[in-house]
């Protein structure tokens, strides 16, 4: 087989199988359904599998052709293309491992579900979306990945579209993500205009570093770097899409889709889409410090201040949620900070250890009977133990627990950081040093009240019921004499899949990835500029070393007393949470209204919308120009033609004196025109 | 195929609509449907050899047909297609075809009437877009705004009568007014309508170009329809019945953009420029104005009568898109993309509100909800339009928005920033009212009555979702075509004639 065969195969393969299940889902019934999207999704694991080997070991070469001529304009061709390189192939086996896995999941999750099929045609279609968004070669295809994950998304999000604040959650996230759609597309534009009327990724890289100079106005009479502009129009489609600051606010809604598609979309790849398409851009990224500034600083907010927001949180996926945007602003001060594969790096082991988390958090909730509020779990340990253990290891892997996988990561992104020169870097690294000590906090907090302590839902009130839109309509929850008991097989099976990713993948893969050749020749740093990655690779004595060294570091002290503050606050001493909450009263009202950010939005966004739309409506199409203009002339026409009605006598000559003054007025016109001449 | 393709193109459903019509009451409805329906699949499969033996190398007028019609005065009756009109030929076949199914049960009185309505409109059109004469133009593109009349008057909803009203007065001036301008062109290029010799013509001082600019305008501009003159649209589309509304947004339409680049911009090239500016605002009104004015009605009709609007901004936004003196590529192929994709794409949303009127009888949204329950297979279609409709990639709309926004960016990069609000502004009005008609809990009795779609139903469903998804995945089949005749129009405006 050839390699374009091959890699069509990988990305058409979930495809195939999304449309039988959704065309023919309801004739082929349930089992044949999940068989056949997990036979594609399957052939689409082994053979991405097979393509990392193969980078891994060097013997691949990077692919880069067109596969159909979409549509030519101007003598450019746009073509439909793969480009697979090492970054690619990561991404590749990312995706599908863990689309793979959640499709198992899901037949455990979902098996009461009326819209079952339904369900599996929609996570192989965005398995087929996600790799056509990694896999491309060029600017447009990428776009069109971007939407159509955007598109099942939405689809998915309000999978149960009888539940008002599914359907709300579903409009918010696509409406927000548009307007990050906004800025990408301009930036495209940008791109297409000034890098030599391309959008093939070579021919702008190849471009890009005679225009580092190139200024544009974009207002008249301003000069800006051409680079610049475009860097952060483009970031603008990251910021939605990868729900950074301000535009994160859709995330968190997000969990009103069903728990699968939160570890599979909305945690592990989707909202990754950002970084990765960030890290592909890093040629042109690094010509701009004005924008790996923005970069930065868009990181550092969301990944701390979205992190407190973790702590205010009593929905055991709104937790996980909140941990999503706060990791997803390290991945992004790592850009920021021209560690492309850092972040990269940050991208893959989150990917494991969060869908680890997200379906752990399924599993718990299955197990209480759709109840997502973690005041009516604790003691859960007992009677879940594989649930336990892996979330267990999620969390540390989570926190940064020395020889976990995120521990690799996200140590790299602190020091990375820390030996960077741009301006943004202080503030960024006090986010992310601060952020560590909050993760371990709120990880834990949560890990604490699930899994340990009272077992609260034999003294579960029914006043639960009344903390805001974080409720859901379906929750019944287990009542006083019910015993929660662990997941089937299908459900637990991915976790145990999933947690030995989480915990080993960071210390075989830091090498490879951060200190070797992997990345060469796909992600371009400029070391004279960015040194930091050259710095961090002097430092770099091992990933045992560095794993031995960090018990005196910074970052696992704050990630010990994160996880120590927890214990003692929800284990020993309960009074103390309450009565900060009490004495903090007007902080906590900000963290539980979410710094209201929602409310801003939707009253000055979508109300003045709607207000502006009436305006025009009412007053511009309604008032003036039918009522003034319209009407006016219907009216000026009746007035006049009662005058007219004057001249139509019904006598033959009057008619005919009529004929020749407009004969006469023709044929003037035609005089005048002789006459011009 | 045959000699003259173009005039069997143009007769054929005229002819079968006077075959219809001689049916006569409804007591044989049955058969003047099934005319009906036969004359608009071979008046379809008469235009596909337009397509396929259309030769993409040749940038000339192809199929041409000449003969004299009033010698006296130099009318002919001359017809030709490039790669421009050929395709809205076929696009009008092909929304007859739909709107005969569309309208198959559904209508019950006058049937054959209704039927031979559009059959012979359909005719007419397909006259205005082949038409290479100037008079032999305005006789169709006059002559097909009969039937819409009768359609809207007869078939129409309860304030038919002021619709109708309005859309004439809207109509009446700008027509007379461009039949003055071809009288002025025509004495201009030698005693001939011939609208290629008036393209031909080599001088025209500018303040007569701007004259005769705003007389074709006023024509033109109503049609398709540019702000501020359009509110006669929403209006005649919330009394016309289903068939009307689709026939009107995915071909009326389109005539008045057509216009524009057959008659104003090629021979009024210096004109052109120097209200390209003016021309360029009143486009970008429509589509950040009339977007937001879409997002507050609530009544889905007037909704996506509105979103027409906006959508058919971006035509006329593309269209007079110039860097110096050259229009920008992008920007006018993306204008004529966007025009063949929202025929298919309006007529799938109003064919879909159609479906829920016929059972629900009411257009409001505030009287809908949950639908998706009751009629799944429905939703799943309407879902896809509505993306189309919002510019979703892969679908039809996304490619002339994408066309139109790249090639704004070229020239003036505020004017793709406000162009581009669409992608928020489309999505907002268009998912918002998705939103609230198809998802949720069964609202009422009435939707808990609503069934899924029936098998005619569903094929005009699926036949236009192809098509949305044919075009939006393989848009070269559409843009390949229309290259030549793309370059040959740039090349006029490029002239100047001062």
Redesign the interface.
């Known amino acids: 087989m050839d390699m374009k065969s091959l890699y069509l195969l990988i990305a058409l393969s979930p495809l195939v199988g999304s449309i039988i299940a959704g065309l023919f889902g309801w004739a082929i019934g349930r089992r044949a359904s999940h068989v056949v999207t997990i036979l594609g999704v399957g052939v689409s694991a082994a053979l991405s599998l097979k393509v990392l080997y193969a980078f891994l070991t060097g013997q691949a070469e990077v692919f880069n052709a067109p596969v159909?001529?979409?549509?030519?304009?101007?003598g450019y061709e746009f073509s439909v293309g793969f480009l697979v390189d090492s970054l690619t192939a990561m991404m590749l086996v990312v995706v599908t491992f863990v689309s793979l896995m959640v499709h198992i999941y899901t037949i455990g999750y979902m098996q009461e579900d009326p819209g079952y099929q339904r369900f599996f045609s929609y996570i192989s279609l965005f398995t087929f979306s996600m790799l056509m968004l990694v896999m491309s070669n060029n600017f447009?295809q990428l776009?069109?990945g971007w939407?159509?994950v955007g598109?099942v998304s939405?689809?998915l999000i309000?999978f149960w579209?009888?539940r008002?604040t599914a359907?709300?959650a579903n409009?918010k996230a696509?409406?927000v993500n548009?307007?990050g759609?906004?800025g990408f597309?301009?930036g495209?534009?940008?791109v297409?205009?000034y890098f030599g009327g391309s959008l093939n990724y070579s021919d702008v890289f190849a471009a890009a570093p005679a225009l580092a100079h190139k200024t544009?106005q974009?207002i008249p009479g301003v000069e800006w770097s051409l680079l610049s502009v475009t860097c952060i129009l483009l970031f603008i489609g990251a910021m939605g899409k990868s729900a950074q600051f301000p535009l994160h606010v859709w995330l968190p809604d997000s969990m009103e889709g069903p728990t699968p598609i939160s570890a599979l979309i909305h945690a592990a790849t989707m909202v990754t889409a950002g970084i990765f398409m960030v890290s592909r851009m890093s040629p042109l990224y690094e010509l701009s410090d004005t924008a790996l500034n923005v970069v930065m600083v868009a990181g550092s907010i969301t990944a701390l201040f979205m992190g407190f927001l973790g702590i205010v949180q009593n929905d055991i996926k709104r937790v996980v949620a909140y941990s999503t945007l706060s990791q997803l602003g390290y991945m992004t001060v790592a850009l920021g900070a021209s560690a492309y594969s850092v972040a990269m790096f940050h991208v893959m082991t989150h990917a494991f250890f969060k869908a680890l988390l997200f379906l752990a958090a399924g599993s718990v909730i299955i197990g209480m009977h759709h109840d997502q509020d973690m005041r009516n779990m604790g003691g859960l340990r007992k009677y879940m133990p594989i649930t336990w253990l892996t979330s267990l290891l999620g969390s540390l892997a989570l926190i940064g627990t020395p020889f976990f996988s995120g521990f690799y990561s996200k140590d790299s992104i602190i020091e990375v950081v820390q030996v960077s020169h741009l301006p943004a870097a202080g503030f960024a690294y006090f986010a992310v040093i601060a952020g560590v000590f909050v993760t371990a906090f709120y990880s834990f907090r949560m890990y604490f009240l699930v899994f340990h302590g009272k077992e609260r839902w034999m003294e579960k009130k029914d006043d639960h019921h009344d903390h805001g839109h974080d409720d859901h309509d379906h929750h019944h929850g287990l009542g006083p004499n019910d015993k929660p008991h662990e997941s089937p097989w299908v459900v637990t099976f991915p976790l145990l899949m999933l947690a030995i990713p989480s915990v080993l993948v960071g210390f075989f893969a830091i090498e490879p990835l951060l200190y070797g050749h992997f990345f060469d020749g796909v992600i371009s740093v400029n070391a004279e500029l960015h040194p930091g990655m050259e710095e961090l690779k002097h430092e770099f004595h091992g990933a045992v070393a560095m794993g031995l060294h960090s018990f005196t570091s910074l970052p696992f002290i704050l990630a010990l007393a994160g996880v120590v503050t927890a214990w003692f606050f929800y284990m020993k001493a309960p009074q103390i949470p309450a009565a900060i909450k009490k004495n903090f009263s007007a902080v906590n009202t900000v963290l539980e209204n979410k710094y209201y950010m929602d409310d801003l939005y939707f009253n000055v966004f979508a109300k003045g919308?709607?207000a502006?739309?009436?305006f025009?409506?009412k007053v511009?199409?309604m008032l003036l120009?039918?009522g003034l203009?319209?009407n006016g002339?219907?009216k000026l026409?009746g007035a006049v033609s009662k005058v007219v009605r004057k001249l139509q006598t019904g006598f033959i000559y009057s008619y005919a004196t009529t004929m020749i003054i407009g004969v006469l007025g023709?044929m003037s016109?035609?005089f005048w025109?002789i006459i011009a001449r | 195929m045959f000699t003259n393709q173009l005039s069997l193109v143009i007769w054929t459903p005229i002819v079968a609509g006077l075959l219809v019509l001689a049916t006569g009451g409804d007591q044989r409805a049955t058969l003047a449907r099934w005319i009906a329906v036969a004359g608009a699949l071979a008046g379809f499969l008469l235009s596909v050899p337009l397509y396929c033996g259309f030769d993409n190398l040749n940038g000339g007028m192809q199929f041409a047909e000449n003969l004299p019609w009033i010698d006296s005065f130099g009318i002919r009756y001359s017809l030709g297609v490039d790669g421009i009109s050929m395709l809205f030929v076929i696009l009008n076949s092909f929304t007859t075809l739909m709107v005969v199914l569309a309208g198959w049960e559904v209508i019950q009185k006058r049937v054959a009437q209704y039927m031979a309505a559009f059959l012979i409109m359909s005719g007419l059109i397909n006259g205005a877009f082949a038409a290479l004469d100037a008079i032999l133009f305005y006789v169709f593109f006059e002559g097909m705004l009969i039937p819409m009349y009768l359609i809207i008057g007869v078939w129409g909803g309860p304030r038919r009568v002021y619709a109708s009203?309005?859309f004439f007065?809207?109509t009446l001036l700008g027509s007379l007014l461009m039949l003055?301008a071809l009288?002025?062109l025509y004495?201009?290029a030698g005693k001939t309508f011939d609208i290629q010799a008036f393209q031909a013509i080599a001088k025209i001082p500018l303040h007569v170009q701007i004259l005769l600019f705003i007389a074709f305008f006023l024509s033109f501009a109503v049609k398709v329809p540019m702000w501020?003159v359009h509110?006669?649209l929403p209006d005649a589309h919330v009394e016309a019945p289903t068939g009307g509304s689709m026939v009107l947004a995915a071909i009326t339409l389109k005539i008045g953009a057509y216009g524009f680049l057959r008659f104003a911009l090629p021979i009024l090239p210096d004109a052109a420029r120097e209200l390209s500016t003016i021309m360029v605002v009143l486009s970008l009104v429509a589509v950040v104005?009339?977007g937001?004015?879409?997002?507050?009605?609530s009544d889905m009709k007037k909704l996506v009568a509105y979103s027409s609007i906006s959508h058919m901004g971006f035509v006329t936004l593309g269209l007079f898109m110039f860097t110096g003196s050259h229009l920008n590529?992008?920007a006018v192929?993306g204008a004529l993309v966007q025009m063949v994709s929202h025929g298919f794409v309006s007529a799938g949303m109003f064919f879909c509100i159609g479906v829920m009127y016929d059972r629900v009888h009411s257009r409001n949204i505030a009287d809908y909800g949950?639908v998706?329950?009751k009629m799944p297979i429905f939703a799943a279609f309407m879902?896809l339009f509505a993306?189309a409709n919002s510019g979703?990639?892969?679908t039809s709309g996304?490619?002339g928005e994408?066309?139109v926004?790249?090639g704004?960016?070229?020239v003036n990069?505020?004017y793709?920033?406000l162009a581009?609000?669409t992608?928020?502004?489309g999505?907002?009005y268009t998912?918002?009212m998705y939103?609230r008609v198809?998802?949720?809990?069964v609202a009422n009795s009435h939707v808990e009555e609503m069934s899924d779609v029936n098998k005619r139903e569903f094929l005009v469903l699926a036949v236009l979702a192809l098509a949305v998804l044919g075009m939006g995945?393989?848009?070269?089949a559409f843009?390949?075509k229309m290259?030549l005749a793309v370059n040959d129009l740039i090349a006029h405006v490029a002239q100047t004639k001062l």
């Open positions: 159909y001529t979409w549509l030519t304009v101007g447009i776009f069109f939407e159509a598109l939405y689809l309000g579209f009888k008002p359907i709300f409009l696509f409406l548009r307007v759609d906004f597309l301009l495209i534009g940008m297409l205009a544009v974009i919308s709607r502006l739309g009436t025009f409506w511009g199409d120009i039918d203009v319209v002339t219907a026409v023709l016109l035609w025109q | 009203i309005k007065l809207y003055v009288i002025y004495f201009q501020p509110t006669w104005y009339i937001l004015v879409a997002l507050v009605q590529q992008w192929e949950g998706a329950n879902m993306m979703l990639p892969a996304f490619a994408f066309m926004i790249m704004a960016v070229q990069f505020w793709a920033a581009a609000t992608l928020i502004f999505a907002a998912l918002w939103k198809i998802f949720g809990e995945l393989y848009p070269q843009v390949a290259h």
